[in-house]
């Protein structure tokens, strides 16, 4: 069974499966070898990548902001 992430340098790849115009944003979970993410942006003239970016770098964000104030 292969990652549903790897690392090109510096960056984070990630196998994930989009469902576009769903109801909410959510990382649903693993799904095989894939992270599979909901996100309420349309599949059309990059909507739905460009909202994944936002919705991955809010994750992120919470993610950090958690860890910073269990270390306090």
Same mark, same amino acid.
């Given at each position: 069974?292969? =990652?549903?992430?790897?690392? *090109? +340098? %510096? %960056? #984070?790849?990630?196998?994930?499966? #989009?469902?576009?115009?769903? @109801?909410? %944003? @959510?990382?649903? +979970? #693993? !799904? +095989? %070898? @894939?992270?599979?993410?909901?996100? /309420?942006?349309?599949?059309? =003239?990059?909507?739905?990548?460009? !909202? #994944?970016?936002?919705?991955? +770098? =809010? /994750?992120?964000?919470? @993610?950090?902001?958690? !860890?910073?104030?269990? *270390?306090?």
């Amino acid at each position: 069974m292969t =990652e549903f992430y790897r690392w *090109q +340098g %510096d %960056d #984070l790849i990630l196998n994930c499966p #989009l469902q576009p115009k769903a @109801s909410n %944003d @959510s990382i649903v +979970g #693993l !799904h +095989g %070898d @894939s992270l599979k993410i909901r996100i /309420t942006a349309p599949p059309i =003239e990059s909507k739905a990548n460009a !909202h #994944l970016k936002w919705v991955s +770098g =809010e /994750t992120v964000q919470r @993610s950090k902001k958690r !860890h910073q104030h269990y *270390q306090r």
